[in-house]
């Protein structure tokens, strides 16, 4: 097995077991045995607002991002599971994921926790809303893919988390929609072409939801596809602004790529969820490796803005600063993370593939 399906695998038993030491923090006990949980509370109605998700996990009963929080840390301030109890840790519940006949990978994703629910989405365009203290489902989602859509998905029909804002759930599918499911029954109000996915435009990670915005990028690194970063409103879901990772000659950046024919598949993927500064309105996103990834004499030059980090103005989507990263390089494959220091400038960090950790001033 792979490292990283083995720690894929290690934080999802993580989750399900510390999930199953909250249920039976719930229960009391008769001779030994946990009593049956009452039935599950109605769904609570409240909507998400854009405040709720500045706080983050002021609220620690809540995960409301991919990463808990703007900043990207994924750091949770739950005191419940120390060095004395995790090795008394043991499952409470399992839910089957996979669909009979399709290609699976396992999950991807992180889970929104919402007032008792649990948020989840899978492979092959799948999601749930499920009763975080017995893992019975409340409602099911299922976007049909086209019959040959794996030919266009690298690396599994994998998909890593929801976003969520007001009453609504965003997810982007492998066959490159974005769609904004109710919260409470999971029906679709309104879904939207953002790519193609011939060109193998494919949406894997979790939507960055700010300021009634979904920004959502997309994948197909390895194939022969140009990396972009779109936002949509939160209510319509028209498109705002769309920033593409790799610039052709005439745009900023564009004389990297000497090549125009080149440049327009240039790579410069998007599959990780970005992070946000909201001081600085500031939304960052890691980019991935060039195309062709392996064979750099036909993309000579320094192939902006490809296995980078790019800061983008959260109202505009226009590029406000990039550091440079390795000529050659594999993507940047972990979502920038912001750090604030003592004594020195705000930070954003990120790391890569080449297994190094980046730090860079937010200017």
């Known amino acids: ?68 929080e703007y900043n990207g840390q994924r750091h949770s301030p739950l005191t419940q599971l120390t060095p004395q109890n995790i090795g008394g840790l043991v499952p409470q519940w399992i839910f089957q994921t996979d669909i009979a006949g399709f290609p699976g990978r396992g999950i991807e994703t992180t889970p929104l926790v919402i007032d008792g ?89 979790a939507p960055l939801v700010l300021k009634g915005q979904v920004i959502v990028g997309v994948a197909g690194g390895d194939f022969s596809s140009r990396g972009f970063v779109d936002a949509y409103d939160a209510q319509t879901g028209e498109r705002a602004w769309r920033f593409y990772t790799v610039p052709v000659p005439g745009e900023p950046g564009g004389n990297s790529w000497p090549n125009q024919e080149v440049a327009l598949r240039g790579g410069g993927a998007v599959w990780n969820s970005g992070s946000y500064d909201p001081a600085l309105n500031l939304v960052f996103f890691g980019t991935g490796n060039p195309n062709p990834d392996y064979y750099g004499d036909d993309r000579e030059g320094d192939n902006l803005y490809t296995c980078s980090l790019v800061a983008l103005d959260a109202d505009s989507g226009k590029l406000r600063w990039h550091p440079r990263r390795a000529r050659l390089g594999f993507g940047a494959r972990a979502g920038p993370r912001r750090s604030d220091y003592r004594r020195s400038a705000p930070k954003s960090d990120h790391g890569g593939q080449s297994e190094r950790l980046l730090l860079h001033n937010r200017p």
């Open 1 to 68: 097995m792979k490292l990283r399906h083995v720690i894929r695998f290690t934080l999802l038993m993580t989750i399900a077991c510390g999930l199953g030491l909250a249920a039976q923090q719930g229960t009391s006990q008769q001779n030994g045995q946990p009593t049956l949980l009452p039935p599950a509370p109605r769904m609570s109605t409240r909507a998400i607002t854009e405040q709720d998700l500045l706080a983050g996990l002021k609220d620690q009963t809540r995960w409301l991002t991919f990463s808990g």
């Open 117 to 205: 629910v649990m948020y989840v989405t899978g492979n092959n365009n799948q999601a749930w809303a499920l009763d975080a203290r017995t893992g019975v489902p409340i409602w099911r989602y299922r976007r049909t893919l086209p019959a040959n859509f794996s030919a266009y998905v690298c690396c599994g029909p994998v998909n890593r988390g929801f976003g969520v804002l007001g009453d609504r759930l965003f997810m982007g599918t492998l066959d490159s929609h974005l769609v904004a499911l109710d919260r409470k029954t999971g029906a679709v109000i309104w879904d939207v072409a953002v790519g193609d996915i011939t060109k193998a435009n494919a949406i894997t990670h």
